[in-house]
């Protein structure tokens, strides 16, 4: 059960190098929440940093075992935790929250939660999930197209409340997905994607393009139509633009 027990740290470098140090060491539980209220070194998708301020949102990680999945499976934990994110935060408002491919979370075109996920193989695979979401915080430096739930409700938001929401929901889609519910996952994970149908602009080798996103293969790679011709991306080779 995901969240079941919860550690929780003032600080730490990443709330997933702790995880993985865990494992290694043999001495950690799957489903442990690891939370941190500073992270000196959170990191993002393509070697990127996630920058949040003390106490401010919500920052944390887990692990989840892989055995059994078959590996074109491993991008579902990221599809059941981006649908996680979505449902939580349209308990405080209804419109405009989107899953950018590969994960992030944007709420009317502006970033509010991203997710990095490492897959540890071997004799034990297993999947490490860090989750930060931006709740309080409202400055945020250098970083354009961003927002936070108290940005957007106006309201400070108590961010244990949403996280007892958030790994409800966490744990609901991961019944799911164990139960081998792959197909209804990815449509509903298309059903909420950003820019689905809709022509959009993006990056392939720092080349500026054009294309049509029109879904997702199983392993998670983004299906794009540019002059009509339909290819499908890994993620980190294009950067969609926005």
């Not at 990127?48 to 920052?59: E, P």
């Not at 408002?93 to 590969?102: A, E, H, L, N, Y």
């Amino acid at each position: 059960m995901i969240g079941k027990s919860i550690i929780e740290l003032d600080s730490v470098d990443s709330t997933s190098n702790y995880i993985a140090k865990a494992i290694d060491a043999g001495e950690y539980a799957y489903g442990t929440a690891i939370l941190a209220h500073f992270q000196t070194n959170g990191r993002g998708q393509r070697t990127a940093t996630w920058q949040s301020d003390k106490d401010q949102n919500l920052t944390f990680s887990f692990a989840l075992p892989l055995s059994g999945f078959d590996t074109r499976a491993f991008f579902s934990v990221s599809r059941a935790i981006s649908l996680s994110i979505v449902s939580t935060l349209k308990d405080y408002f209804k419109g405009g929250v989107r899953i950018k491919w590969p994960n992030d979370i944007l709420v009317n075109q502006k970033k509010i939660a991203g997710i990095l996920i490492e897959n540890k193989l071997g004799m034990s695979p297993s999947a490490i999930c860090g989750i930060g979401l931006n709740i309080n915080q409202t400055e945020f430096s250098k970083m354009p197209h961003v927002t936070s739930l108290k940005l957007l409700t106006g309201n400070e938001v108590d961010k244990y409340h949403v996280l007892e929401k958030l790994l409800g929901n966490l744990n609901m889609e991961w019944e799911l997905l164990s139960n081998g519910d792959f197909r209804n996952q990815k449509s509903r994970y298309e059903a909420e994607l950003f820019g689905l149908n809709q022509l959009i602009y993006f990056e392939e080798n720092a080349t500026k393009m054009k294309g049509r996103i029109v879904g997702t293969t199983e392993d998670g790679r983004l299906l794009v139509k540019t002059n009509g011709v339909e290819k499908a991306y890994l993620p980190k080779s294009i950067k969609l633009l926005y």
